[in-house]
């Protein structure tokens, strides 16, 4: 079965503080890898995806083939980066977005 | 533009009631997923439509749970008989194509079944 875990459920860091989330899948074919992060009392949108290659809101995220890893990085957290966020790779033989059970990511000043 | 829009945002069902959920996609967009979301858990994937065709349904808990997308924009799904563990938010996404496209998420539907 194809599975995702994201192991913390929540990570507190302060203002400018390196963070890490980290995403291991398992294997099935080759899939494409995103995250999705939801804001408070916002609806769950796309934050990036590995293959655009792209920094977005200073985060970047690197595909590790060998361990199954989609760890998603930001070298200094601000408070507004305070979300939920599900990393979530698609295969593409089904088209659909298996997501983790997310990671509560909190800022504190 | 409009985003995807969900409703209605709230329902409270008896437990054997039936309820039906609808999706408003972001227009031209052919493909539509629906989702559950449990308590503190991630979004679940229930089932896929390219434009008015299901193509994956193997999320679909039970045949209690009936989805439709029959002019291939606007879809429903139908719970029969709602059970306690049917409460959720119900999650309905768009995409513009076909594979690793960013899908666009409505706001949900927060069903309590008491």
């Known amino acids: 079965a194809q599975r995702v875990t994201q192991p913390e459920k929540l990570l507190s860091v302060f203002k400018g503080a390196p963070v890490e989330l980290k995403c291991n899948y398992s294997?099935?074919?080759?899939?494409?890898l995103f995250w999705y992060v939801q804001y408070s009392r916002q609806r769950l949108q796309l934050l990036l995806r590995h293959i655009s290659r792209e920094s977005i809101k200073g985060f970047t995220a690197d595909l590790n083939k060998g361990e199954t890893s989609f760890h998603l990085k930001k070298p200094f957290a601000q408070e507004e980066d305070s979300a939920m966020y599900y990393c979530a790779p698609l295969y593409y033989n089904t088209d659909k977005l298996i997501f983790g059970t997310g990671t509560r990511l909190q800022v504190f000043p | 533009g409009a985003g995807v829009s969900q409703s209605p945002r709230y329902k409270v069902a008896k437990r054997g009631q039936d309820v039906a959920l609808r999706c408003d996609p972001i227009?031209?967009?052919?493909?539509l997923f629906w989702y559950q979301q449990a308590l503190g858990q991630g979004p679940e994937f229930l089932t896929y439509?390219?434009?008015?065709?299901?193509?994956?349904k193997s999320g679909l808990p039970s045949d209690r749970f009936f989805a439709e997308r029959p002019e291939g924009s606007v879809s429903t799904l139908k719970i029969q008989r709602t059970q306690q563990e049917d409460s959720a938010v119900y999650l309905c996404?768009?995409?513009?194509?076909?594979?690793?496209?960013?899908?666009?998420f409505g706001p949900g539907t927060r069903l309590t079944v008491t």
């Open positions: 439509f390219q434009n008015e065709a299901q193509l994956d």
């Open positions: 294997y099935s074919g080759s899939p494409e």
């Open positions: 227009s031209g967009h052919v493909s």
């Open positions: 996404a768009s995409s513009s194509g076909i594979g690793p496209y960013e899908q666009y």
